[in-house]
């Protein structure tokens, strides 16, 4: 990437920072359903990108029995900490014994 293009996509996200303050509520109040679910659906495609794939190829190895073991802690609402080490402890598992 070309620091010109960094530079570009640089002040378009501060020109979006920018024009979202001085709207202020005018347009947030009608969004605020969906943008308040955004964070969360951002994260999901995030983590499920970071589990599947390496590089351009899918790949299903650990990491995903990790992710889902974290996903069954999390369903049945273990604390943050049991669900990092109960996902870790899987991943870990399944490398072992692979």
């Known amino acids: 990437m070309s ?3 960094v530079m570009v996509l640089s002040a378009g996200a501060y020109l979006f920072k920018l024009v979202g303050i001085s709207a202020g509520e005018r347009f947030s109040r009608p969004l605020a359903p969906v943008a ?3 964070p969360a659906a951002l994260f999901s ?5 970071m589990t599947v794939t390496d590089g351009a190829a899918l790949t299903l ?4 029995v990790g992710v889902a073991a974290g996903a069954v802690a999390v369903w049945r609402r273990a ?3 049991v669900v ?4 870790m402890a899987a991943t ?3 490398r072992l014994l692979v």
Do not use: I
């Not at 495609?45 to 990108?49: D, E, S």
């Not at 190895?61 to 995903?64: P, Q, V």
């Not at 990092?84 to 996902?87: F, G, N, Q």
């Open 3 to 5: 620091w010109t293009a």
């Open 36 to 38: 308040s679910l955004l």
């Open 45 to 49: 495609a995030l983590l499920v990108v």
């Open 61 to 64: 190895d650990a990491r995903l």
């Open 79 to 81: 604390p943050f900490v």
């Open 84 to 87: 990092v080490l109960a996902a």
């Open 92 to 94: 870990a598992g399944l």
